[in-house]
């Protein structure tokens, strides 16, 4: 097995004895982190407790190409009580980080040695009620930001509603047909590309 994507530590770990290899998922979500873990038992990292889920949970490939472009991870748990699906249905995600981690955890339930297999923003969750219910969870990677198109614009009203109070482009506006004094006295240059009645580019005496 090529095992050249693991992190040197995590390959020592790996060779050493009374060591179990699962995986971690911390999910972000609003109402506070979800965190879990491929094995059974609860186990804490970094001051979080990830609660096991065993054969319950799956996750999809993690691909890893040179190529820049979107990849999507899913992870699905399945029997979970139909209360908790219809709590997951409310609950606000989207965007929020998700994260897939690999863990070295030895006899005592400790982990020893994690490495960061996938990161990325959550964004649909899919929901099956029946028996057994499953929840699904798509985590796009960031490069998926690249594809969605910016509707923002470098004016004043656009710069005010995401920081108010930050007056950088309170004079856009003024700009696009300001006229600009410069070099000798007394003498007016029409901007260029303004589309001057006086003609582009126009030296005029303003006094």
Do not use: C
Not at 9 to 27: D, F, G, H, N, P
Not at 28 to 47: C, I, K, Q
Not at 178 to 190: D, L, S, T
């Amino acid at each position: 097995m090529n095992q050249d994507w693991l992190t040197p530590e995590m390959q020592q770990m790996l060779r050493s004895k009374y060591i179990t290899a699962i995986l971690m998922v911390r999910l972000d979500f609003a109402s506070g982190v979800v965190a879990l873990h491929s094995g059974t038992g609860d186990v804490v990292h970094e001051g979080t407790v990830y609660r096991g889920v065993g054969v319950l949970g799956r996750v999809s490939q993690v691909r890893q190409e040179n190529a820049v472009r979107p990849y999507t991870l899913r992870l699905t748990l399945s029997g979970i009580p139909q209360e908790l699906a219809q709590t997951a249905l409310t609950e606000k995600y989207q965007g929020r980080d998700g994260q897939l981690l690999l863990g070295a955890m030895d006899s005592f339930h400790q982990v020893t040695a994690t490495q960061l297999l996938f990161r990325g923003r959550m964004d649909v969750m899919p929901v099956n009620l029946g028996n057994p219910s499953t929840i699904a969870l798509d985590i796009n990677s960031r490069s998926t930001d690249w594809k969605r198109p910016r509707n923002a614009r470098y004016t004043d009203a656009d710069q005010q509603a995401r920081h108010p109070g930050d007056r950088f482009f309170e004079f856009v506006g003024q700009m696009a047909e300001k006229e600009i004094f410069w070099g000798v006295p007394g003498k007016a240059v029409a901007s260029g590309g303004g589309g001057s009645a006086r003609g582009r580019g126009q030296a005029v005496n303003e006094r």
